[in-house]
């Protein structure tokens, strides 16, 4: 706002505080989350601005703020006979025929094609569609829930569908690509095979010192009796001369 003093002084506000998932700062205008756990989808947001003048003058507008739930375990596939360049270029009206036929809004999650050469992206007559499906709160609708709904009223999607790409159109239900790993999920996994190779390099480490010790002393434990047996009742035991013991007995018996 170009005028000064109170009449340039502009603050913005929700309007009715029509949710509590998001806030806004006054001044700036700068609208941030507040509580969006475990919710997902499209929230629609009025946002007034109003100068602080005596005749005091506002604007409104609508801010359309998504919240990702990409990873939700709640996400449906619908698959298309329809070339993905094609589906691209209508998937505002695709998510219009299908939250008018669910009765939900539907957050479109991905768009894609399993041709493997993705140049070609006009090659495939076939789209997949991932999309999630939020009630009037915003909470998740059960992945079952929607694939009921979608077969109930796949009739009534297919010939809306075809006004959109004035062709006949089949919508399916396709099987939902299996979610990767997360990073951290990894990363633990990683470690658990760590330490349990740790471990059990330890324990080898340590039965084999076991191991080693024992045959140590068992052969300890023989050199000494066989030391001790040593010239003790043997006729035939040698000095260290190599001489026999039992002839400088017999020696020592006749002096």
């Known amino acids: 706002d170009p005028d000064s003093g109170d009449n340039g002084l502009v603050l913005y506000s929700l309007v009715n505080h029509q949710t509590n998932e998001f806030d806004i700062n006054e001044n700036t205008g700068e609208i941030f989350t507040v509580s969006v756990a475990g919710k997902a989808g499209t929230f629609y947001l009025e946002v007034q601005a109003a100068d602080q003048g005596t005749r005091r003058l506002t604007a409104r507008t609508t801010v359309n703020v998504t919240v990702d739930s990409s990873s939700s375990s709640n996400i449906v596939v619908v698959v298309l006979n329809q070339q993905i360049n094609v589906v691209e270029r209508n998937i505002a009206e695709v998510k219009?025929?299908?939250?008018?036929?669910?009765?939900?809004?539907?957050?479109?999650?991905?768009?894609?094609?399993?041709?493997?050469?993705?140049k070609a992206r006009s090659s495939t007559a076939e789209t997949h569609i991932e999309i999630i499906a939020f009630?009037?709160?915003?909470?998740?609708?059960?992945?079952?829930?929607?694939?009921?709904?979608?077969?109930?009223?796949?009739?009534?999607?297919?010939?809306?569908?075809?006004?959109?790409?004035?062709?006949?159109?089949?919508?399916?239900?396709?099987?939902?690509?299996?979610?990767?790993?997360?990073?951290?999920?990894?990363?633990?996994?990683?470690?658990?095979?760590?330490?349990?190779?740790?471990?059990?390099?330890?324990?080898?480490?340590?039965?084999?010192?076991?191991?080693?010790?024992?045959?140590?002393?068992?052969?300890?434990?023989?050199?000494?009796?066989?030391?001790?047996?040593?010239?003790?009742?043997?006729?035939?035991?040698?000095?260290?001369?190599?001489?026999?013991?039992?002839?400088?007995?017999l020696e020592h018996m006749n002096n």
């Open 96 to 118: 219009r025929v299908l939250e008018d036929k669910l009765g939900w809004n539907v957050y479109v999650v991905d768009v894609y094609s399993k041709e493997l050469e993705r």
């Open 135 to 249: 009630d009037e709160a915003h909470q998740e609708v059960p992945a079952q829930d929607v694939k009921r709904k979608l077969k109930e009223q796949s009739r009534n999607i297919e010939a809306e569908l075809e006004k959109v790409f004035s062709t006949s159109v089949t919508a399916a239900i396709g099987d939902t690509p299996a979610a990767s790993a997360r990073p951290e999920l990894i990363a633990a996994i990683v470690l658990s095979v760590l330490l349990a190779c740790t471990f059990i390099a330890f324990l080898l480490y340590v039965a084999l010192d076991v191991k080693r010790k024992r045959k140590h002393g068992q052969q300890h434990l023989v050199k000494e009796q066989a030391e001790s047996m040593e010239g003790i009742d043997n006729p035939w035991a040698m000095d260290k001369n190599g001489s026999l013991k039992s002839l400088e007995k």
